[in-house]
């Protein structure tokens, strides 16, 4: 209301209001804030009882969130976008695990926050500012740690947010334009999972704490392994249709995935090469363990494998 009085006994100054709200925020302001808000909810501030954050804050986060999720994309139009571009990093890392920082069956969804739509803007900002180079060494690890294979959103049955949300293999898909920026991705993307692959590894067995360790911990790493495979499952079949003999096989292989949908992957590498028999195997013993899977189902009949009732 005072804006209200003051913009109409002072036109001069009710034009310059309409100018500075249609400018982009101060990325710094934004990345300091987004920093500040992340790092409070991912110690749990904003769930159990921290002088930190206020009473009234904790239960209005919703507003906070979609606030710094908004100017952090609107920052990302200024003329330095970098600290813009690590402002959406954050608020899109925090959405990716928002179940355990704040109070409420579906954070996304209360805070209508698409996290798709996020990093499609983020990754098109990149890409446009920085380059090809420098978008693939930043875009494949945010792709193996933010992918889901059914989605961000917890809550059950459609929502708003829910209904916008599309994998980011058809987001960065989209992206890639010619058979050259396929092939620099995937080199990048298989280089990425060497990597991962390679911290999982067993340690040598002449160091036998380690490896002891490491064998208590199987069952977590296996787990992990299995649903990076799916969370990636939509995307490597995509990538697998852009690549040559010699990298789909490496990907179709690779250390870094296991479980049933690794089988399938093969199972569609294999159908590529033209190895049909190969393709009905695989996918017969994933069907053992999956018998409910559609798509595993859909395959099998294409590749005329015994589909099992």
Same mark, same amino acid.
Request: glycine fraction near 8%.
């Given at each position: /209301? =005072?804006? =209200?009085?003051? +913009?109409?006994?002072?036109?001069?100054?009710?034009?310059?209001?309409? #100018?500075?709200?249609?400018?982009?925020?101060?990325?710094?302001?934004?990345?300091?804030?987004?920093?500040?808000?992340?790092?409070?909810a991912?110690?749990?501030?904003?769930?159990?009882?921290?002088? *930190?954050?206020?009473?009234?804050?904790?239960? #209005?986060? *919703? !507003?906070?969130?979609? *606030?710094?999720?908004?100017?952090?994309?609107?920052?990302?139009?200024? $003329?330095d976008?970098?600290?813009?571009?690590?402002?959406?990093?954050? /608020?899109?890392?925090?959405?990716?695990? $928002?179940?355990?920082?704040?109070?409420?069956?579906?954070?996304?969804?209360?805070?209508?926050f698409a !996290?798709s739509?996020?990093?499609?803007?983020?990754?098109?900002?990149?890409?446009?500012?920085?380059?090809?180079?420098?978008?693939?060494?930043?875009?494949?690890?945010?792709? !193996?740690?933010?992918? *889901?294979?059914?989605?961000?959103?917890?809550?059950?049955? %459609? +929502?708003?947010?829910?209904?916008?949300?599309?994998?980011?293999?058809?987001?960065?898909?989209? /992206?890639?334009d010619?058979?050259?920026?396929?092939?620099?991705? %995937?080199?990048?993307?298989?280089?990425?999972?060497?990597?991962?692959?390679?911290?999982?590894?067993?340690p040598p #067995? @002449?160091?036998?704490?380690?490896?002891?360790?490491?064998?208590?911990?199987?069952?977590?790493?296996?787990?992990? #392994?299995?649903?990076?495979?799916? @969370?990636l499952?939509?995307?490597?079949?995509?990538?697998?249709e852009?690549?040559?003999? +010699?990298?789909?096989?490496?990907?179709?292989?690779?250390?870094?995935?296991?479980?049933?949908?690794?089988?399938?992957?093969? $199972?569609?590498?294999?159908?590529?090469?033209?190895?049909?028999?190969?393709?009905?195997?695989?996918?017969?013993? +994933?069907?053992?363990?999956?018998?409910?899977?559609?798509?595993?189902?859909?395959?099998?009949?294409?590749v005329?494998?015994? !589909?099992?009732?």
């Open positions: /209301m =005072r804006e =209200r009085i003051e +913009g109409e006994l002072d036109p001069p100054e009710r034009e310059r209001r309409k #100018k500075a709200a249609a400018e982009p925020p101060d990325p710094e302001q934004v990345l300091a804030e987004a920093s500040g808000f992340a790092e409070l991912e110690s749990g501030a904003y769930i159990a009882g921290d002088r *930190r954050v206020s009473r009234s804050e904790r239960t #209005k986060w *919703r !507003v906070t969130f979609r *606030r710094l999720a908004t100017e952090a994309q609107s920052a990302l139009h200024a $003329a976008s970098g600290p813009a571009e690590r402002a959406m990093e954050l /608020m899109i890392d925090l959405a990716c695990h $928002a179940q355990g920082c704040f109070r409420s069956e579906d954070p996304l969804e209360a805070a209508r !996290v739509q996020a990093v499609s803007a983020l990754w098109e900002t990149v890409l446009d500012s920085r380059g090809f180079a420098e978008f693939t060494a930043r875009a494949v690890p945010q792709l !193996v740690r933010w992918e *889901r294979e059914y989605g961000w959103s917890e809550g059950l049955g %459609a +929502g708003e947010v829910r209904e916008q949300e599309r994998p980011l293999a058809e987001v960065l898909a989209a /992206m890639l010619t058979p050259d920026m396929w092939r620099g991705f %995937a080199d990048a993307y298989l280089a990425e999972l060497d990597r991962i692959a390679a911290a999982e590894a067993p #067995k @002449n160091n036998r704490k380690i490896r002891r360790d490491w064998a208590d911990s199987f069952l977590d790493r296996d787990y992990t #392994k299995r649903r990076r495979t799916g @969370n499952g939509r995307w490597n079949s995509l990538m697998l852009h690549l040559d003999t +010699g990298r789909a096989q490496r990907l179709a292989g690779h250390a870094a995935f296991s479980g049933p949908e690794a089988d399938f992957l093969k $199972a569609q590498a294999a159908r590529l090469r033209g190895d049909l028999d190969e393709a009905r195997t695989l996918i017969t013993e +994933g069907l053992k363990h999956l018998p409910g899977s559609t798509e595993f189902a859909a395959f099998a009949e294409e005329g494998a015994e !589909v099992p009732s």
